[in-house]
């Protein structure tokens, strides 16, 4: 039903975990474990699958804190349970038991925690994201609430792999304008001339690297090339289906803890 990192869950006092599609009781596009307030599956269905994650997370349903999420480097800080999902990309907090969601299904999810201090986030960085800053404001935020940046842990969840990720030749043009550097993550595809793939998993890490923090960890699962267990936007067009489930990757601070 879920993934854990070995890298934040060897820390007390945090509770996360990288959902899979398993587990859950939605059906047909949508099986089994949809965790998406957006897409077209039966909401009750939704409602359910949510409550299941925080079952294992600790928490009360309710407590489950999502975004409307729009590819932005916008972070927000958590107190309570939004009445309205705000447009932003990551979410920090260092409230017990509200447990930060973010929901993928190729983008990168990013859990992040600094333990000593009791500050955690968690980020959605597909591309735009992560190359408008997504990561660098989540960890500003973070220190906003008393988190020290070289104390701080991160990990990536599933993300669609550098195979599965073939891009058109503007697309590696704008990360190469912006750092020519930025190279490095990208290969020329076997099967279309001007084409490139481009890895997304190392891009992310490299730029939590580069922020200085404690400790980066990669999951290293691919959402493409595992329909089983992960639901996948690219797979879903390739397919040509009308919609598609998504996945929910959440860390909570536990009450018990303090």
């Not at 039966?42 to 349903?61: I, K, W, Y």
């Not at 190392?202 to 960890?217: C, H, N």
């Amino acid at each position: 039903m879920f993934i854990e990192a070995p890298e934040l869950s060897s820390h007390a006092g945090l509770r996360h975990a990288f959902f899979t599609r398993e587990g859950g009781v939605s059906e047909g596009l949508y099986d089994s474990l949809n965790g998406g307030l957006g897409s077209g599956d039966d909401p009750a269905h939704v409602r359910e699958n949510r409550r299941r994650m925080t079952a294992e997370l600790g928490v009360a349903p309710e407590n489950l804190v999502s975004l409307y999420q729009v590819h932005s480097a916008e972070a927000v800080v958590v107190e309570a349970p939004f009445p309205e999902r705000p447009r932003a990309d990551a979410m920090v907090t260092r409230v017990p038991g509200l447990a930060l969601g973010i929901l993928t299904a190729d983008c990168g999810p990013i859990l992040f925690a600094d333990p000593e201090n009791r500050v955690i986030g968690a980020a959605h960085a597909g591309w735009k994201g992560a190359l408008t800053g997504v990561i660098e404001a989540t960890l500003a935020a973070m220190e906003g609430l008393g988190a020290v940046r070289t104390g701080i842990v991160a990990v990536l969840g599933p993300t669609i792999g550098a195979r599965a990720y073939e891009v058109g030749p503007e697309f590696r043009e704008r990360f190469e304008a912006a750092d020519p550097g930025n190279d490095r993550y990208f290969v020329d595809s076997a099967e279309r001339d001007g084409h490139s793939l481009f890895d997304l998993p190392a891009y992310i890490v490299a730029r939590l690297e580069r922020a200085g923090i404690g400790e980066v960890a990669n999951v290293s699962l691919c959402t493409y090339s595992d329909p089983d267990r992960f639901f996948s936007y690219r797979r879903t067009t390739h397919r040509a289906e009308p919609d598609y489930g998504r996945l929910v990757s959440a860390i909570a601070l536990t009450p018990d803890a303090l």
